[in-house]
Structures are given as C-alpha cells and as structure tokens.
C-alpha cells in the first residue's frame, strides 16, 4: 500500500460516456429492429456495410494517429501494430461509430443503391469526423455529413418505392413521397397518405426514419436517462411545430380546403423531423454547451427545416437544418459571447427567431405564391 | 448523463450517529509554526523549557496578520520537528511532551455572566484576537478580522450545513455541545448589537433539528432561529447558504457584511464560546477520520497538535491494505491530499478521509456540458480547459475563471473523467499573470 497524492475533487459520477453511448444505441434499437423486419434485405446489406466502413476507418485513425516514430531501427509489423494500438482503444471507438453507422442506415432511403451507401458512410466518416480530430472534436454530424453528400451525388438513382409485406406502393403515389408531393406546389395531395399509416411508417421513405412509434419510444428513453438534452428536443420542436402552424394557417388563408392542423400533422410525421430531433440535433458533440446556446440551436435548426421545406428546391430539409445549426453551434458558443446564463439578449433573440421566420413564411405562402394550389 | 449535479451520495450515515471518543491525552502534541496565510515565525521559549496549557509559546507572522501559537497542553518543549499540515506541505512544528498534569496558564480565567454582559465589541475583537481564533470551517481566515467590520449587522447565520460528503464532525459538535453553540452565538449577537440569528443545518439532519428546537425553548426571547435549507452541494458556501436563509443572492467578491449578515462555522462558535467565557485559545476540537479505506470510521474529540498515527490505530487501521490509498484532509470534494500519514490535527482539520485510489480512463471530451450545468458560479469550465490547453490568455481572462470557488462539482459531473478543476486551476494562475 502506497499513499498516493492527487488534487482535489476525490469522488467522480459514476455516469460515463460509454453509458450515454450505450443509451443510444439502446434508444435506436427498437427503430433498427424495426427496420429489420419491413426491409430486411435492404436493412442488413446498409447496415454491414456502414458499420463495418465507420467502425473500421474509426480504428485505422487511431492506428494512423498513434504510428511508431522513425527511430532509424527496422521493426516488425507485429511491433508496429502494437505499439499503435496497445492500450489506446477504448469502448468508444467501437460506440460512437457504431452509434454514426446505425443513424445513417436508417435515414439512409430504402432503395438507395450500394455504392451511395459505400461512398456517403466513407465520405461520413472521414469528413465529418475524422479529419477534425475524431471523437468529441467534429463540428458536423457525420452520419448527417454522409447522407447529405450521398443524396447529392446519387439522388437521382435512388429508388425511393420499394414494396414490402408491410407496405405497397399505391398507384396514386407512384411519382412522388409525402414531401415530394407538397414541395411540388400540389397541396390537394395531403390526402394522399392518411396521418395513421404515416405515423405507423407505411409510407415510402427512409428505412428507418418513417416508423415513429420506435422513434418515440427512443426519445422517451433517452430523455428519462438524461442520455439526451431535453432543451434542444423542445425548442426544435417547439419552433417547428409554431412555423409549420403559421404556414398552415397561410395556407387555409388562400384555401380553405386545406386544414392548418392536418397540414401541420402531416410535416410533423413526414421526412426526418423526429428522427433528427431525437438522434441527431442531440448529440453532444455538434451541440453548444451551455444552456441557452441549446435552445436557439433547435431553433435555428427549426427554422432551418420549415425554410427548406416550404421554399427551397429540396423536398426534404432535415439532414440540411442540422448540418447548418452544427455550423452556428460553433458560433454560439465562441468565447466572447457564451455564457451560461439566460439574459435578456438571450430571450430578445430567441423572440425574433421566432417572429422574423413566422413573418417571413407567412408572406411568402401569402403573397409570394409558393403554393398556388 | 446530461444533467445538472447538486447532489453527492453522502456516506454520512458511515459515522453520523456514533458519539465522537475523547482521545485528549497523547504523549506528544505538534503545533505547526507556519500556514498557508502566514510563513515566518518568531518562538518564545527555550528547549526543555516547562509551559503551560494555553500560553503563548510564539507568534507566526504573515502579509497582514499576526496569530498567536498557543500550547494545546502542560509539559515540557523538546524540539522542532517536521511533519505533514493540512494544507499538504512538509512544515516545522513545536514538540511538546505531554505532564498530563493541564496546569493552565495565568491568562485563562472564567468570566462571570455579568462581566461578559459588560463587554464591548471592541473588548471581545481583542479577547478573539488574542485567542488567535481563526475560521474552523477550513477557511482560516481570522475571525476578528470580520469583526472589525463597521457595517451595521442585523443577522448572524451559523453554518452547520457541512455539505461535503463523509465528514460529521461538525453535526456531532452540534449535537454534542449545544449551549456551546448557542452561548458563543449570544455573545457575538451582544458584541455586533444584533437582534436576529439562525442557525442553519441541512433539513434532511432530523437529529440536529430535534437537539436544537429543544434548546432554543430555553433561549426564548433571544431571537435565535433555527433554518433549515437545502440537501444539496455546495450548500455550505456561504453564497448558496445566504441565497436559501436570507433569500438576498451576493455578488462575486460582495462580502456577506455588506448586506448586514454576518456569518460562522459552528466550530468557530463553540471557540467563540471559549475564548470570551475562559479566555482560552482552540485546544480541543472534533474530527471524524472516515472513508472506504478504514476499516472502523469513527469520530474523536482530540487536543489540537495531536498526530494521527496514533489514531489510525483507534479506528482498526486500513481495510484493504493490498489497495493504494488517497489520503485526505478536510472534505473530498476540496480537501487537500497529502503523500503521507504522518499528518499533525490542526486548528482546522475537520477530518481525515481515506479512500482507495481509483483509476479513472479519461475520455476525449463530448462536450455533454454537465459541468457548465452543474457550476454554481455559472462558469464554463469546459471553455476554460480548451482555452487552457491553448494557452490563450486573452480566451482565459474573457472567461473569467477567478469567479471560481473550486467546489470541484465539474470534474466531478465529467462523463469523461476529466480532471476539470485542475485546468480551472491552472487557468487562474494563468489569469492572474
């Protein structure tokens, strides 16, 4: 028995990040399961293949990072690999790419082709993590980062209707999603898909993403484990469902056929807004700091998703939003201005990222003519 | 866990109800020269030479102050010799060899209750000047010198909130000497002319609150109140403690003198109580030595100067000798650790806690911001560590890192095992160039 001196605090928590990661991956199970059992092909093939690129690309930076020094002496490969990766591989290296993996083969569409998949978790990976120093020092969400850059280079390849024992695409629908659909001007067309099977997932769409009964159980998870800040799931939301609302309500001013309410259900369940809310705009590592900054990156990140909704040439704006409110992360929490505590500056600027969007959207569907239908 | 931390699983129940054991008569007692305020000294007495309990046997000299050294106990100086203080560095300290006889010196004398009613503030300053009584909550920090205030006061606050997990020396003080606690609060509501007083405790300490809703029965018409706050850490800073009493929030640096409060440790009370009723410095005071590495925690009533070598003994030694330890004094939150066990009890030692070492892996920081949550001066310890590690001394002083009290609540809450509280300690050095 040795004394041994070290400084105070002597006590830790005992919640480590490991736990948050298993958290989360325990929150996405039930949706991956879920997956699994209406495309279980398509779910298997993206899911090996993100997993096993994320996870190895993961470990061929640390082994890269922590490389022998040239000492002049020749060394076996067996030494140099130890050397690398002796003693420098912790759990989390194994979690967080899994944790990047499993988000991006459920928001990744269920028809996507193989090499969209190769490429968009490589492309993920390496530029949206790796290069900026790997775990807890990336600003953008990787998984976010490789669906983005795959629907780019290969949207157009996707086959975004592919029938299962779950669900069969109608004929009515055969040309567009959902949000195909109203970002195509054809606003009659939310009766296309009732709000139920929307909710249950029948819908065409990502492979994971559409059930938001598994999404749900994962976001009640996380939240009663604290694996999750509850302040950026409110005020994104929040603010989404105030614009959406305001949107609605634009709308029924020009049509009254159209239901402000249905119409705000039906953004609400469609595309990625759950799913991003819960994994994605949560993860620590992308997210501001303090307590404030959290609440006004959901909102920027709200903004961000009914803008790209309603007006941008994208049906689908949630993959976009949280790579721009990652950007303005970064921002708020520059030195200058972070503080943790709540001012009035803080709240004049929340207000008007709620107002400015609410006036814009609504002159936009008002007198812009977004919608003509 | 994403979360703000107020609440540390306390491990009180370890030692809180057992009666604190008399241990007063060791062979040898140590009185350290030096502390961390004041690092000259002067000595008044010869080897060999023969002193009495409670005299004055040197002076230690600080920047500002001067504190009497008083000889805890009668019997003869034999040297000068190095042991361990509680602030963790290696310090001279006076040998005494113990006569067992406790022959007092002339000064200490007992004062009838109508002399005490007599005296002025400006008489019981210098009774506790020359008592050399100091903060006995840890601090230090001499207690006339908040006497010397000419703010007008209109509330004492006690604190027996002790809210660092393990140590119960101050609540067997409270349940052990109450007239103490509440004599020494009488005296210094007659010395600052004031007429309201409570006597905080954490409200989950039912026992502390029965002992003290009986004794103030007999204190009617006192003004002496007891308030009860709350559970959680650090509610024993006196920022937090003044927040939940009073409701009045300080600002950074306000002295609490400025709002009319005045406030002090229960220990200091009961050394308040002695030195203005017996004119007698510290010369016995509570300690509890606790911790997973003991094997019998327990709490003892020694002579200040006492080595804890020999109470190790008393408490069955170490459980798992095979383990490394950390050796602690005062809380484990902001206590200091010391490399060795040859540790002499000071004034302000509240305990002794042993802990096994643990071996934490730290992790790159996620940024989950529980430090940020947890910080309850609303710093952003995160922020300052990565200003730290870039040495940005503009980043760090915007940052504003001398607001911090070093509770230890960030490195604490990290899920990632980071040592925060060092980088924020490193950037006040840095901050303060």
């Known amino acids: ?373 | 866990m994403i979360a703000k931390t107020r609440h540390i699983s306390d491990t009180k129940n370890l030692t809180g109800s057992l009666p604190a054991i008399r241990y007063v008569d060791p062979k040898f007692l140590y009185l350290p020269l030096t502390n961390a305020r004041c690092t000259k000294y002067e000595i008044y007495i010869k080897e060999g030479e023969h002193v009495n309990c409670c005299q004055m046997v040197g002076k230690r000299i600080g920047p500002f102050f001067e504190q009497p050294i008083h000889a805890t106990c009668s019997g003869t100086f034999v040297g000068i010799e190095k042991h361990y203080h509680r602030n963790g560095k290696l310090t001279d300290f006076i040998k005494i060899e113990n006569d067992f006889k406790d022959t007092f010196d002339p000064e200490v004398k007992t004062r009838t209750p109508d002399e005490i009613a007599k005296l002025t503030k400006e008489e019981i300053t210098e009774i506790i000047k020359n008592c050399a009584l100091v903060g006995l909550g840890g601090s230090s920090f001499p207690t006339y010198v908040k006497f010397q205030t000419d703010k007008p006061i209109h509330m004492i606050l006690v604190n027996g909130i002790e809210c660092e997990p393990y140590i119960t020396a101050d609540h067997r003080l409270m349940l052990e000497f109450p007239y103490r606690v509440m004599d020494g609060l009488k005296y210094v509501m007659q010395a600052f002319n004031c007429k309201h007083a409570k006597i905080c405790i954490k409200s989950k300490y039912k026992d502390i609150e029965t002992v003290y809703r009986q004794v103030i029965k007999e204190y009617e018409g006192s003004g002496i109140e007891l308030c009860l706050v709350g559970n959680y850490y650090p509610q024993g800073w006196e920022v937090e403690m003044i927040k939940n009493a009073e409701g009045i929030q300080l600002n950074t640096g306000e002295l609490p003198s400025n709002q009319g409060i005045m406030n002090f440790n229960v220990s200091t009370m009961v050394g308040i109580y002695k030195a203005v009723k017996y004119n007698m410095p510290v010369i016995k005071r509570f300690i509890t030595i606790t911790g997973d590495g003991i094997k019998f925690p327990k709490n003892f009533r020694v002579r200040v100067g006492t080595s804890i070598k020999e109470l190790l003994p008393l408490c069955g030694g170490y459980k798992n000798p095979e383990k490394d330890k950390v050796f602690i004094l005062g809380g484990p939150m902001m206590g200091a650790s010391v490399p060795n066990d040859d540790i002499i009890v000071s004034k302000t030692v509240t305990s002794i806690i042993v802990l096994d070492k643990m071996d934490y892996v730290e992790e790159p920081c996620v940024r989950c911001g529980s430090c940020v949550l947890s910080c309850p001066v609303h710093l952003e310890p995160v922020q300052i560590m990565n200003a730290v590690k870039t040495l940005d001394k503009e980043r760090i002083k915007k940052l504003n890192p001398l607001k911090c009290i070093e509770c230890g609540l960030c490195a604490y809450s990290c899920t990632s095992k980071i040592q925060v509280t060092d980088y924020i300690r490193k950037a006040k050095m840095i901050a303060k160039l």
């Open chain 1, 1 to 373: 028995m040795t004394i041994i001196k070290e400084n105070a605090p002597h006590l830790r928590r005992k919640a480590t990040v490991t736990r948050m990661m298993a958290d989360v991956l325990i929150a996405l199970a039930p949706t991956l399961v879920f997956s699994f059992v209406v495309y279980p092909l398509n779910t298997l093939i993206t899911y090996l293949l993100s997993v096993f690129i994320m996870i190895g690309s993961e470990l061929v930076y640390v082994g890269l990072r922590n490389m022998m020094p040239k000492d002049g002496q020749k060394h076996s490969f067996k030494e140099r690999f130890l050397y690398a990766y002796k003693g420098k591989i912790t759990p989390n290296h194994f979690l967080a790419p899994a944790i990047s993996a499993i988000i991006f083969t459920l928001i990744m569409p269920a028809g996507a082709p193989i090499y969209a998949v190769i490429m968009g978790a490589l492309f993920g990976i390496i530029f949206g993590k790796l290069v900026f120093g790997g775990l807890g020092s990336n600003i953008f969400n990787p998984a976010a980062v490789g669906m983005v850059f795959a629907k780019l280079c290969f949207g157009s390849q996707y086959n975004l209707f592919v029938s299962t024992w779950y669900y069969t695409v109608p004929d009515v629908a055969a040309g567009a999603t959902p949000l195909g659909w109203v970002n195509g001007g054809e606003l009659a067309s939310i009766n296309n898909y009732s709000l139920l099977d929307m909710f249950l997932g029948r819908i065409p769409g990502a492979l994971g993403e559409v059930y938001k009964i598994t999404i749900l159980i994962g976001l009640v998870y996380l939240l009663i484990r604290r694996s999750a800040d509850f302040r950026i799931v409110v005020s994104y939301l929040g603010t989404f469902i105030l614009l959406t609302l305001v949107a609605g309500l634009s709308v029924y001013g020009l049509n009254s056929d159209v239901n402000p309410f249905h119409f705000l259900a039906y953004h609400l369940l469609s595309g990625g807004v759950l799913f991003g809310a819960t994994f994605m705009l949560t993860d620590p590592v992308t997210s501001p700091i303090n307590s404030p900054s959290r609440i006004i990156y959901g909102m920027v990140a709200a903004v961000a998703t009914v803008f790209i909704r309603l007006f941008a040439a994208l049906p689908e704006g949630v993959g976009f939003s949280i790579l721009i409110a990652n950007m303005v992360a970064v921002v708020l929490d520059h030195y200058e201005w972070s503080n943790p505590r709540y001012t009035w500056k803080k709240f004049l600027g929340m207000g008007l990222l709620i107002v400015i969007p609410s006036l814009v959207t609504f002159l936009a569907i008002f007198y812009g003519g977004v919608y003509n239908g």
